[in-house]
């Protein structure tokens, strides 16, 4: 997301939540923009979702659904979701993303909408650290609804998507994270998603530049990373 799109964002948080939340998120904004842009790296080998499906405890109060575009989310859904930050940006990006032939998964508890994720086959929205196959899936920008987060909604709608994905015999599924969410991290540390490492990207003259680390391991400082030597995409 382009720092224009974030400053929309917290302009619009303010407008609902007023000054003072308005600063508390401010200060997660500032402290997000300068400190280091890597990513965590995820994979996992669809072949395998059979062990999810034998595995996989799916509580009664939740359901999944796939859509395709605009037309299939519910009148109510759809305000609930691009009224969550900026409207005009959350409709501009949901387009474009159905234009460009994603699907966003929603997940639904007790009926009330609890969250949605991502998902596009072949090639991802923008340059990603690795070169998809055709039959590859980029999962990305997850989000639960405020008052479903804690409840473990995010790890099995991701388990929920990987055994329909593994279903339709697609070959490998990724999905990265930022180094500071350690609430994503936590949350996909719940799934079946193995840790590939950690990478930053850099655009110069309309190339991406790959720079990989290696995985961090639970005890070592996030800044302690070796640093690999640049890949182009």
């Known amino acids: 997301m382009s720092i ?35 990513l965590v790296i995820y994979s996992y080998d669809l072949s395998k979702s059979e062990a999810i499906s034998s595995s996989r405890a799916w509580p009664e109060s939740l359901s999944v659904v796939r859509v395709t575009s605009q037309e299939q ?24 993303r159905f234009r460009e032939g994603a699907s966003v998964w929603l997940i639904r508890s007790d009926g009330k909408l609890a969250g ?4 596009l086959t072949g090639r991802s929205i923008k340059p990603h650290f690795f070169p998809f196959g055709p039959n ?5 920008d997850f989000l639960v609804f405020p008052e479903f987060r804690g409840k473990g909604m995010n790890p099995l709608l991701v388990t929920h998507i990987l055994e329909q994905l593994g279903k339709e015999r697609r070959t490998r599924a990724f999905i990265e994270a930022a180094e500071w969410n350690h609430a994503q991290l ?4 719940k799934t079946c998603f193995q840790m590939l490492g950690v990478a930053r990207k850099r655009a110069i003259l309309g ?19 070796a640093t690999a030597k640049p890949r182009v995409l």
């Open 186 to 189: 936590n949350s996909l540390a």
């Open 4 to 38: 224009s799109d974030s400053i929309s964002r917290l302009i619009s948080y303010y407008k609902r939540h007023g000054v003072k939340a308005t600063l508390q998120r401010g200060k997660v904004f500032v402290s997000r923009l300068f400190s280091s842009n890597r």
């Open 116 to 119: 949605f994720g991502w998902t």
């Open 207 to 225: 190339r991406t530049f790959v720079e990989w680390g290696k995985a961090p391991h639970p005890a070592e400082p996030s800044g302690a990373h």
């Open 136 to 140: 590859d899936v980029h999962l990305f």
């Open 73 to 96: 989310i519910e009148k109510q859904d759809w305000l609930q979701i691009i009224n969550f930050w900026d409207a005009k940006l959350s409709e501009r990006n949901f387009n474009t």
